[in-house]
């Protein structure tokens, strides 16, 4: 079955979040420098690139990412293309039917046809609280999003995080869907087991359903 990585690469150029560390590695050990094998040490905000939210993100009280459920980031899942409304811009409520949201488990959002890693976008599309309800309500396990965060990059409350915390749902952030036709896929985006943490970057994939029998 067909694969398609939706993670961003993880490099120097990558783009961070304002303030955030981002991605640098050191090499410990080069075999052309007499090592007997090659070792890296890598130093980043645990944000940057294709990532996954933790509750303790935003809430001191909150799970942290050794302990969330791993079953929220494995199973079918359904891109769905839509661009935001407003300035600055969000998902729109109403774009989310009944009809859009049947059947589905989890929810990835392409909101524009071209994704550049290397390049922050102050005025990206987010979730938002609205949005966040109606995916809350209709029993969505997780929500994704090819932009760096569910609320907008100035946003001091984060109401969206905590709408889709509050509705159980879990947060992958920072994906790329530029490749990705509308439709169902099965997902794996699996986070590290970081105690303490309240984020995790992820390798996230789709891939291709197998046919149904008649």
């Known amino acids: 079955m067909r694969i398609w990585d939706i993670s961003e690469p993880l490099e120097p150029s ?125 029993g969505i396990l997780l929500v994704g999003i090819d932009t760096p965060s569910m609320d907008h990059a100035d946003s001091k409350e984060l109401d969206g995080h905590h709408v889709l915390y509050e509705g159980g749902v879990a947060i992958l952030e920072n994906i790329d869907l530029t490749a990705v036709p509308p439709g169902d896929y099965e997902l794996i985006a699996l986070p590290l087991r970081i105690v303490a943490g309240d984020s995790s970057p992820v390798r996230a994939i789709l891939r291709e359903l197998p046919p149904q029998r008649p």
């Not at 996954?52 to 929220?72: C, E, K, Q, W």
């Not at 079918?76 to 059947?103: F, H, K, N, Q």
């Open 14 to 138: 990558t783009s961070t979040f304002p303030g955030d560390t981002p991605f640098s590695q050191e090499w410990v050990l080069r075999q052309e420098s007499g090592g007997s094998c090659n070792v890296s040490t890598i130093r980043m905000s645990v944000h940057v690139g294709t990532h996954t939210d933790a509750p303790l993100h935003f809430d001191v009280a909150g799970a942290d990412i050794a302990s969330v459920d791993l079953r929220h980031y494995l199973g079918r899942c359904r891109v769905i293309d839509v661009r935001g409304a407003g300035s600055p811009p969000l998902i729109p409520a109403d774009a989310l039917t009944p009809e859009v949201l049947r059947g589905a488990e989890r929810i990835l959002f392409r909101t524009r046809d071209r994704h550049d890693h290397r390049t922050w976008e102050a005025g990206f599309t987010a979730v938002g609280p609205q949005a966040a309800k109606v995916l809350a309500d209709a």
